[in-house]
């Protein structure tokens, strides 16, 4: 069963470079974005600390639902044919349904202990919505939350959960906020007009913070319970892996599994195993982006960081990769894919929904759509139809959140409905083109 780590654990001390530091804007869309970041926060951003004591309140809190289980998936070996083991960590036992809690409740405690009295997000499937809103509710504070409007068409009940836990919900784009009124029809689908809507929607008043879920290197730091779980609960079954995958949206679940791992190669304690992002083929930012200085929402108005991106313009197709649907990935997890330190893939949505679909029938658990890219890429290398990711012992795939209130997806996968949409490279070429600043990894003295 494991336990509940007492400390969260950073990759940085361990990545041989220094992180490329944010850039101040290019360009703007209203006033400047003052960031109300919590000391403890900023410290966990930039510091080359490795382990980090986890507050007890918080610790208090994730011991009502974790450790979170780990299993041998033999169901799903089975059912394609996989050639090595196949083992899932679920991360979808709580209020929230996915991995987000881990980080929600991290934040919101360290916002209250500074003064604040609402967080406000952009959340795009609404896993990351749901547990902000959660965890808001736990510690006292008030929550505000954008939810990209055609995910919340699909998914009305994520706005009901998020209310019935005190938030205050607004389909993106909202009409409430400057971005919002001045975007296109072409560009209403994005995580990051959501993201742009809240920066500026708390920017504008006092004791309001905007949270963000996924690419902060805190929000990643607080994920690695995930992986420091996974690594004692392997042990406790003598289970070793060589390829560890989770999805990617900005990089928090994947980074949660993943990273760990890492550390844990970096002290001698085990083989450092494949590390594979696995991300919407719909927006291929790992995949098919370029490492440069790129705006983290649609405002523009906040620091530009280095990141593998496909531009913050990017018209994101309609699609249920939902929580995968954000043009840049996190600097950290961008700066190791610069290394070759992880790897990356891209799964089409019919490829992820009906492994969701197998892994439902053969595993009795229902995978959020963006756990079932994680599924199909792990299938891959499991079955040895990857040739690029290649793995003898074993494969730890993150089970990142349920698919209860993404049921509509898999009724369209049942009536073969779905359709999978890969941008071109014309679009994606159009996107990029006002990148600048190209980082170049060389130059940030990789280590052996």
């Known amino acids: 069963m494991g336990s509940v780590p007492a400390q969260w654990r950073s990759v940085i001390p361990h990545l041989g470079y220094d992180l490329p530091a944010d850039r101040a804007p290019h360009r703007t869309t209203g006033a400047p974005v003052q960031v109300n970041l919590p000391m403890s926060l900023a410290r966990q951003q930039v510091g080359q600390r490795e382990f980090w004591d986890i507050p007890e309140p918080v610790l208090e809190a994730y011991r009502r639902y974790r450790p979170t289980p780990l299993w041998r998936a033999v169901g799903f070996e089975r059912a394609i044919g996989a050639k090595v083991p196949i083992w899932a960590k679920y991360e979808g036992g709580n209020i929230s349904g996915s991995h987000k809690y881990n980080t929600a409740l991290a934040q919101a405690y360290y916002y209250k202990q500074a003064g604040v009295r609402e967080l406000v997000t952009g959340t795009g499937a609404g896993q990351w919505g749901t547990a902000l809103a959660a965890a808001c509710a736990q510690f006292g504070l008030a929550c505000t939350v954008f939810m990209v409007g055609s995910s919340l068409r699909k998914k009305p009940y994520r706005g009901v959960l998020m209310r019935m836990l005190g938030a205050e919900v607004h389909a993106s784009p909202s009409g409430l906020t400057d971005i919002s009124r001045q975007v296109v029809a072409d560009q209403a689908n994005g995580l990051s007009l959501a993201l742009g809507e809240a920066v500026q929607y708390a920017a ?95 405002t523009g108005s906040g620091p530009m960081e280095a990141m593998y991106t496909i531009g913050s313009s990017y018209a994101v197709p309609d699609s249920h990769s939902a929580g995968l649907r954000y043009h840049g990935a996190a600097k950290v997890i961008s700066a190791m894919r610069a290394a070759k330190q992880l790897s990356a893939t891209a799964v089409h949505q019919v490829e992820a929904l009906e492994a969701g679909r197998l892994f439902t029938l053969h595993e009795s658990v229902l995978p959020a759509p963006e756990s079932g890219h994680a599924l199909a890429a792990a299938a891959r290398i499991a079955t040895g139809q990857d040739a690029e990711h290649r793995c003898q012992e074993g494969v730890l795939v993150c089970v990142s959140g349920h698919g209860y209130l993404d049921l509509a997806a898999y009724d369209q996968l049942l009536q073969g409905q779905l359709q999978d949409e890969r941008p071109s490279d014309e679009v994606l070429a159009a996107a990029m083109a006002g990148l600048t600043g190209a980082v170049n990894i060389s130059r940030l003295q990789v280590t052996a």
């Open 204 to 298: 504008a008043r006092e004791g309001v913070a905007f949270s963000s879920g996924s690419g902060e290197t805190y929000s990643i730091l607080h994920q690695s319970v995930i992986g420091l779980e996974s690594i004692e609960q392997l042990a406790e079954q003598s289970a070793t892996v060589d390829a560890v995958v989770g999805s990617v949206g900005a990089g928090s679940n994947f980074g949660g599994i993943a990273l760990p791992f890492a550390c844990a190669a970096a002290a001698g304690d085990l083989a450092m195993p494949l590390l594979v992002g696995a991300e919407s083929a719909s927006t291929p930012k790992l995949t098919r982006g370029t490492y440069a200085y790129d705006h983290t929402d649609a």
